[in-house]
């Protein structure tokens, strides 16, 4: 009789307990299943290349990563950027509305060519704001003809920030104020406390510009990443020995900060700055 009065007792808790178990669930699904309103597609170039091939401005996205690289990029009116990345699902959203790749997707490319002048500012919705997080800048210059004389040759960039693990550093090198005749310079990466062979890899190129030509030329650093906890290290980034052209600002070297692993990167750019760029650690993002 006993064991009559107990047992219902049981079952009854047991079911109740599923009940709420079951609820608590549905609750959940129903908080992380919760609407966000993405902006529709729109604002893009029709049929963007896979992998932004044949783009010379492309912004990327590491796999899993959360950042825009490079997070700022300077371009000529009527120049196209493309952006691209798989593993995580991103999208691209204009600061102010112009354009957006649409909802989030895990592999995905957009393009938009900027025909005005102006400085641009976007971010994905999923990882970022307009103020904090995944987010970006996208410079437009005005062409305005290239002008009398062989111009100057300097870094497009005034500051980036690198983090071990973002693959690699892309410098751009632009030709301004002149395009006649062919130009010239040296660039180089060079040790500081990152050392070359276990942090980067050193290299240095000669940039080439053929007579009218005033396009921008792009260097590239690979970064290693040694997976270390240690503090940031450096190394540097100048131009010199200009032939056709001189370079356009002071050729004194300051230093390219490498943050320490597992630390991501953003880049903050003002145009026409030193030849010689000095990169500094920012603040942690905060999402």
Avoid at 217 to 239: A, G, H, M, W, Y
Wanted: with cysteine.
């Amino acid at each position: 009789m006993r064991y009559r009065i107990i047992l219902p007792g049981l079952a009854l808790g047991l079911l109740l307990a599923v009940s709420a178990s079951a609820q608590h669930e549905a609750m959940g699904h129903h908080a992380m299943g919760a609407k966000v309103d993405y902006d529709d597609p729109g604002g893009g170039d029709p049929n963007p290349p896979a992998g932004c091939q044949g783009v010379q401005a492309k912004i990327t996205v590491a796999n899993g990563g959360t950042t825009f690289s490079p997070a700022t990029i300077t371009v000529d009116a009527g120049q196209p950027v493309c952006w691209t990345w798989s593993g995580t699902a991103h999208n691209v959203s204009a600061n102010d509305g112009s354009f957006s790749s649409g909802p989030p997707l895990e592999q995905g490319n957009f393009q938009r060519t900027f025909n005005t002048p102006g400085t641009f500012g976007f971010h994905c919705q999923v990882h970022g704001t307009p103020t904090a997080g995944m987010r970006g800048t996208v410079i437009v210059r005005s062409t305005g003809g290239g002008g009398e004389g062989p111009g100057k040759l300097e870094l497009a960039s005034s500051t980036y920030i690198m983090g071990e693990g973002d693959g690699a550093l892309a410098v751009t090198v632009e030709r301004v104020g002149g395009s006649d005749g062919a130009a010239t310079v040296k660039i180089a990466a060079a040790p500081g406390s990152a050392k070359k062979g276990k942090d980067f890899v050193a290299r240095n190129a000669t940039l080439k510009w053929a007579n009218g030509d005033q396009g921008p030329k792009t260097f590239q650093v690979s970064i290693k990443n040694d997976k270390l906890k240690e503090p940031d290290e450096s190394f540097t980034i100048r131009l010199t020995q200009a032939t056709g052209g001189s370079i356009g600002t002071a050729t004194g070297a300051r230093s390219v900060s490498l943050l320490s692993a597992g630390t991501n990167s953003s880049v903050l750019v003002s145009p026409r700055a030193n030849a010689s760029r000095t990169h500094t650690s920012p603040a942690r993002p905060v999402y």
